[in-house]
Structures are given as structure tokens and as C-alpha cells.
């Protein structure tokens, strides 16, 4: 597994790369057969610590996990439990998804953009209805099944996940609903 280990604004001495090799590579090998990378980013928030690891999993699907504590090593650990946890958690799924899975997840390129929130006063009238655009940035869209996107959204803790459904070839979506269940937008063929 190939490591990326950064400090935003901090230094990462040799002793905490280890550390996170280490911990991070055992753990993650627990549950999952062949992850390809590992991203994890340190970086300082007040007096705590702040920890993000990302880990992209041979089947296409990523784990992220995030946590903040008063030392840099426990901040980790505390990451890396969190991460090891998604991963028991989703270690039959996982293992069942892989099986199937004779090649990597394929992803089609899509652009996606941030627009600028209404900051006008809800009393007058706005200049024109189209929103203005703050940023655009090139994403990905995987093509999965529906089972494995709820997996993919959980995993990375989204709150909505916009895919290709390889059953049916179209775009689909799954977000999570306020009363705590899954949604599934599947649009209906228009041919």
C-alpha cells in the first residue's frame, strides 16, 4: 500500500510516519484484501490536533475517517480506530463485493460546481435567477451497484452519493433521509 502522509502548517517527523505505517497498514489489512493507498493528513485546530485518513480500496471504494484530539498521537489513534471500525463493520460486504468484482470500479468524468448563497435580503427581488458560480472542479462518478453505493456513501460519511447504475446504466442517487433511511433516485427510462 502506497502512503501519503502530510501536515498542513505542521511537521510530520519520521517516528509519527512510522507510527501511522504501522498502525494504519495493520489495521486496514485486517479487513481488507488489497487497499492501494493511504492518505493522511495531520493539522492543527486551536490546541487539538486533527487527523484525516482516506483510504482507496482495490474494489474502487473509499474509507475516510476523521479525528481530533490534545496530542498528535492520539489524534491518530483515535482515526485509526475509526477507520478500523468502518472497515469490521462492512468486512462480509466488502469481501462479498470483491468476489463478484473482477476489475476495478469504473468512473466517468463529470464537472461540479459551488454556487454563491443568496446573500441578498428576502425582501427584494434578485437581478436574475441564475446562480453565480463560485468554483467548478472536475469529480468523479463510479459505476456501482445500488448496494455498493449505500456502502461507498457510508464509508466516506456523505450525505448523498451520485452514481452510475451498472444495472441499468443510468445516473442514480442515494442520500440519507432525515428519519434515518436510505433514499434511492432512480430516474425512469425516457426511451
Same mark, same amino acid.
Given at each position: 500500500?502506497?502512503?501519503?502522509?502530510?501536515?498542513?502548517?505542521?511537521?510530520?517527523?519520521?517516528?509519527?510516519? +512510522?507510527?501511522?505505517?504501522?498502525?494504519?497498514?495493520?489495521?486496514? &489489512?485486517?479487513?481488507?484484501?488489497?487497499? +492501494? /493507498?493511504?492518505?493522511?493528513?495531520? &493539522?492543527?485546530?486551536?490546541?487539538?490536533?486533527?487527523?484525516?485518513?482516506?483510504?482507496?480500496? &482495490?474494489?474502487?471504494?473509499?474509507?475516510?475517517?476523521?479525528?481530533?484530539?490534545?496530542?498528535?498521537?492520539?489524534?491518530?489513534?483515535?482515526? *485509526?480506530?475509526?477507520?478500523?471500525?468502518?472497515?469490521?463493520?462492512?468486512?462480509?460486504?466488502?469481501? /462479498?463485493?470483491?468476489?463478484?468484482?473482477?476489475?476495478?470500479?469504473?468512473?466517468?468524468?463529470?464537472?461540479?460546481?459551488?454556487?454563491?448563497? *443568496?446573500?441578498?435580503?428576502?425582501?427584494?427581488?434578485? /437581478?436574475?435567477?441564475?446562480?453565480?458560480?463560485?468554483?467548478?472542479?472536475?469529480?468523479?462518478?463510479?459505476?456501482? &451497484?445500488?448496494?455498493?453505493?449505500?456502502?461507498?456513501?457510508?464509508?466516506?460519511?456523505?450525505?448523498?452519493?451520485?452514481?452510475? *447504475?451498472?444495472?441499468?446504466?443510468?445516473? *442514480?442517487?442515494?442520500?440519507?433521509?432525515? /428519519?434515518?433511511?436510505?433514499?434511492?433516485?432512480?430516474?425512469?427510462?425516457?426511451?
Amino acid at each position: 500500500m502506497r502512503y501519503q502522509i502530510t501536515g498542513k502548517q505542521i511537521d510530520i517527523g519520521e517516528a509519527l510516519q +512510522t507510527h501511522v505505517q504501522d498502525e494504519l497498514g495493520l489495521a486496514v &489489512s485486517k479487513y481488507a484484501e488489497r487497499p +492501494t /493507498d493511504a492518505n493522511v493528513t495531520f &493539522s492543527k485546530s486551536a490546541h487539538e490536533y486533527v487527523c484525516e485518513a482516506t483510504v482507496h480500496l &482495490s474494489t474502487g471504494l473509499t474509507a475516510q475517517a476523521k479525528a481530533h484530539a490534545n496530542e498528535i498521537y492520539a489524534a491518530f489513534d483515535a482515526c *485509526n480506530e475509526k477507520m478500523e471500525k468502518q472497515l469490521r463493520r462492512y468486512k462480509r460486504r466488502l469481501k /462479498d463485493h470483491h468476489k463478484t468484482r473482477a476489475e476495478p470500479v469504473e468512473v466517468s468524468g463529470a464537472s461540479s460546481y459551488i454556487l454563491a448563497a *443568496n446573500q441578498a435580503p428576502e425582501e427584494s427581488e434578485p /437581478d436574475t435567477l441564475q446562480p453565480i458560480i463560485v468554483a467548478e472542479m472536475e469529480t468523479k462518478i463510479p459505476s456501482l &451497484s445500488v448496494g455498493e453505493a449505500v456502502m461507498q456513501m457510508e464509508l466516506a460519511g456523505a450525505p448523498v452519493l451520485v452514481f452510475r *447504475n451498472e444495472g441499468k446504466k443510468g445516473v *442514480n442517487v442515494v442520500y440519507r433521509r432525515d /428519519d434515518g433511511n436510505i433514499g434511492w433516485i432512480e430516474p425512469q427510462d425516457t426511451a
